[in-house]
């Protein structure tokens, strides 16, 4: 097997892996994987660097989606972000383990946090299309209202994610599961579209 498959396998088991096990050793890595420790070790130099390579994947693979889901936008504000938080909850679901590592991982935290500073908050190729985007739909150019819009939006999207991984250490019932019903979340939609407009 090359070396590009054996680092691909080693990543792919790894995801897995963090999606089932809050912790996972070096070791549970490489049992699923079938390869012994010091293979992991001479991919990716330490579990940590393969657990942030992982997480790196999944940002990258939102942020893709999220680009899609712009580039494809030819509808009023409020069914878009409707289609966007929709599309976020999902995806919270769906990787619900590797965003626990991403947001609760003590030993990772400062590396996945710069990662998200970095694709999320800081001027790149991302954030000017989503700028140049919401520009258009707000009809303003003005930088410093465009960025407090752009951080009303963002922080609306990560408010599915926080319910999601909240419910993997919280098994209560909370109000907040609500999220999942479409009414709630149309409701939701209806009062992010105002505050958006009127900032």
Do not use: W
């Amino acid at each position: 097997m090359k070396n590009q498959d054996i680092k691909r396998k080693i990543i792919d088991h790894t995801r897995e892996l963090m999606q089932k096990k809050i912790h996972i050793t070096i070791k549970d890595i490489a049992e699923a994987c079938y390869i012994n420790i010091a293979a992991v070790n001479y991919h990716f130099g330490s579990k940590e660097n393969l657990l942030l390579t992982v997480m790196d994947e999944v940002v990258e693979e939102l942020k893709s989606d999220v680009i899609k889901l712009i580039n494809e936008n030819d509808m009023d504000i409020e069914p878009f972000l409707e289609k966007i938080v929709t599309y976020v909850y999902n995806f919270a679901i769906e990787n619900i383990g590797v965003l626990n590592y991403l947001f609760l991982t003590n030993e990772l935290q400062s590396e996945t946090s710069n990662a998200l500073v970095k694709t999320f908050f800081t001027e790149n190729a991302f954030t000017r299309m989503v700028y140049k985007n919401l520009a258009s739909s707000i009809k303003t150019e003005n930088p410093k209202e465009l960025a407090a819009r752009y951080m009303i939006i963002f922080s609306s999207f990560s408010i599915p994610l926080f319910i999601q991984i909240s419910e993997i250490n919280n098994k209560d019932h909370s109000p907040l599961e609500t999220f999942k019903d479409p009414e709630f979340r149309k409701f939701y939609i209806k009062q992010l579209v105002r505050m958006v407009e009127n900032t």
